[in-house]
């Protein structure tokens, strides 16, 4: 899915969920709102309803009021006779006064005068039955003798309906009191009357019994407005009768045009904020397009271009000064890293390259010094590798216009940047090296250069310092921290070929150690060989010649008894001679008691045979050994150590003494050779072709041990070779 894809999608489901939100917290709000308008309205119009019933009942109230004042209504009422005002009202006064009835009673509730007419049908009508029953009633006598008149709704009952009726006292002479009696003046709510009503007030009015409406109002709740459906309001109004008692109700029905209007509003508000929405959706995405999607898709072709190719000098180009542009700038930046990078690891490939298919560590110190040079883009790099012999520094390596000068050239180790590098360790990056502290100028002096700027990191080969890697004059300014890393990783390159230089001395070291000692071996085998046939010869040789010719004079005097007697002993004492030294040939080449006794006991007597050989005295001790046997290997090693130790100490110690000690120390088993001899000095190195102590280290490293050798000139010799105690295991 595309970005542009994603943008779209993002911003429709967020105006989609705006509009849900909008469109419930409008529909919430504006058609509550419109709600209570609408109720508002109806409210008012049930008021207008109501007051337009009042203003019936105070019409009919002034026309009571106009007839208790004629001379007729007085005179039939002094006289307690109705016939007066009859007389006078006619049906055409009713019709005038829209009357359905007039009542005259006294005080009592008597009724002498009573006319009805239906002014509506033009016709004679019987006065209700109902009415005359209520005038008995005391209570609606005291209401209708309520001086200052009484109007309003009364129930009739027997079929008839409601009635709108209007009383006026009939005060006496002088108009102390009302004994005289009361006019009461009535119209039928029936429809007519209602429709009446609704055209005076333009409303859709009905009028309904109490009982009807009973669940809806009440003393306490005297008006209601309840919506029927979308299009129809109804608002209800309690009316109450001349009693003061609920009586009727005023419902009133109405069109909800307000809030139908509320609902258009909703669905136009709605509606214009989706074409809105559509509007900001397509300028949004257009503007996007514009200022990024375009730009963005631009810069991602330029980098999938470069990174098809594997170009990594190729780079992105994306006008303007925002956020895209910093964003292709820093692509840039990583490409140019990943150039630098590349650069990089192509010089360490030919270095590691140079490192494998040549030993030679100055070609190899060449190659990588002239790869860091070009990487850098220094003025010189060079090589200075430690001396440990004079404790300075040597320019072993070097790429510069005054290469030839600078070779060989040595300097304190303890001075300049380099020297600091090499006491604390640590890389140096210095962007002003004439005003460093650290700087060493006679360097400069020598080659007539000038350096500016230095990057000098250690080389270190298994946590030893061998030497320096520098670098100076960066062409294009200081040297930064990138720099600093290539420099030491050329350093570990450099390292690398270090040690295997050193391994490799090492290694033609050992082996021309091993050539010499191999030589001295067969010479040394050729020599016991010599030796051995010679004294076999000069010895053995001359005892058994001896014995011969005593043999043949003994044939000769074998009648001569005692002189038979006489040769028989000198050819014993020969024989004897011989034996003796056919057995100190063999000791000498491998004592029987080594292989039968055991290390310490052929010690013993090897060193008690040494001593009287060589009129030296010697001490053999042994200390804390178990009870078992040696390995062979190892108890052959010590014993012939101990010969070649007792040698040197006969052929150069000059001493008159020697200490001989085999000790077993916990894993360990420790064989001391000393003497009181000359001595000699142990950092001088030993002569070539001398096996002496030679051999004894080589036989000491094959029993996985090592030799201590501790002497000074007067002060004579102490050798200490330690193997390990695990070559010890009993032996039956």
Known sequence: MSLRTKIIITISAMLAGLMVIVYATSRIILLDGFAKLESQQVRRDLQRGLVALSDDASELSGSAAELVTWDETRASAAQANGALLRARLNNDTLAAFRLNFVVLADASGRVYLSQAFDFRNKREATLPQGLLEQLSNPT????????????????LGDGVGPVLVASQPLAGEGGQDAARGVLIVGRFLDDAEIAQLARQTRLSLTMLSFDQAASLVSNSTPQVVQPVDEQTIVGYALIQDVYAKPTLALKIDLPRDIYQQGQASLVYVNWSLFIVGLVFIAMTVVLWDR???????????????????????ARVMVSGQDELSRLAGSVNQMLEALQRRDRELAALNRASQAILSTLDLQAVLKLVISESRNLLGAEATSVLLYDRATDELVFAAADSPASERVLKLRMPAQVGIAGWVMQN???ALVPDAYHDPRFYRRVDESI??????????????????????????????????NDLKTLEAMASTAAIA????????????TAERLQALSRRLVGAQEAERSRVARELHDEAGQALASLMVNLHLLEQEAQ????????????????DNVLENLHRLAVDLRPASLDHLGLEAALRQYIEAFSRQHNLSVEFEAVKLNN?????????????????ALTNVARHAQATRADVILEGRGDRLILIVEDNGVGFDTNAAIPEGHLGLIGIKERAEMLNGKLVVESEVGQGTTMVVEVPYAHSNPRG
């Not at 609606?140 to 129930?155: H, Q, R, W, Y």
């Open 140 to 155: 609606a006598s005291k209401v209708f003798a309520n001086p200052s008149g009484e109007a309003g709704v009364l129930i």
């Open 291 to 313: 200022l990024a999607l375009s730009r963005l898709a631009h810069l991602s072709a330029e980098v999938s271009s470069i990174g098809a190719s594997g170009d990594l000098a």
């Open 425 to 427: 360790r640590q890389a």
């Open 448 to 481: 007539g250069m000038t350096t500016r700027s230095v990057l000098a990191v250690p080389l270190m080969v298994k946590d030893s310092m061998v030497g320096v890697i520098e670098s100076l004059n960066k062409a294009s300014g200081a040297f930064d921290q």
């Open 498 to 509: 270090l040690e295997n230089a050193r391994l490799f001395e090492g290694e033609r070291h």
């Open 560 to 575: 001569r008894p005692e002189k038979v007697t006489s040769l028989a002993a000198e050819l014993k004492r020969t024989t």
């Open 628 to 644: 078992g046997r040696l390995p062979s290997e190892v108890e052959t090693a010590l014993y012939r150590v101990v010969q070649e």
